[in-house]
């Protein structure tokens, strides 16, 4: 008090031995001040509520197949139960900054998650596949190794995380392989590839869940399974442990892998 009374130049409190009240300058600056204290105690409380109870917005970054595959089955069972948590999910292809882009946490396959990052798994390996129509196989021969694809039209994905054009990758008894294939067609998200692939324009390499309900209704057909392996699962990742929101802390319990029983 006695260091804001000698930058105003003037007493706020008159002070005796036995007791201070506030000067004329004082009483005034106190009814100025007044109801923003009350302001400030209520965004105070405001903040307490985020600690004690699961509340709040919570922001994520993640690739198209983790958020369709991963994030959104789990946030379609949790968020109903609690309606005081927001989520917003970006979907982005690239290895964004997490902390400079002022997102809560970031899901990538477990390979992409830099080593000063706390990882949580969020989901188990998984396997790429390629497949095409039948219509597009009626009048072309079934590739039976990765080089074979050079001769074929092929659907591309533009990743920048690969730089470009996604090179499709194999590998076969400890043999790594990488492809670039050619075709009239290139897109960055999971469903038009589907749908192209779908359509007989060419053969597409897509998550195997992604494809799976094809596969099994004969619109699509599998080759080259004994050359895609699998890939690590995704994880979640964040910066810190400390002072981790309830509604945080809820989404990645409810994220966590949990083996064959989840």
Known sequence: MRGLEARLGLRLLARTTRSVAPTEAGERLLRALGPRFEEIETELAGLSELRDKPAGTVRITAGEHAAEAILWPALSRLLPRYPDIKVELIIDY??????????????????????????????????????????YFASRPKPKV??????????????????GIYAWEFEKRGRALKVRVEGQLVFNNIALRVNAALSGLGLAYLPEGQVQAHLAGGRLVRVLADWCPAFSGYHLYYPSRRQTAPAFALLVDALRYRGSSR
């Open 94 to 135: 690239g290895l964004t900054d997490i902390v400079a882009e002022r997102y809560d946490a970031g899901v990538r396959l477990g390979e992409q998650v830099a080593k000063d990052m706390i990882a949580v798994r969020v989901g188990p390996d998984f396997r790429m596949a390629v497949v095409g129509a039948p219509s």
């Open 146 to 163: 990765p080089q074979d694809l050079t001769a074929h039209a092929c659907i591309n994905m533009r990743l920048p995380t690969y730089g």
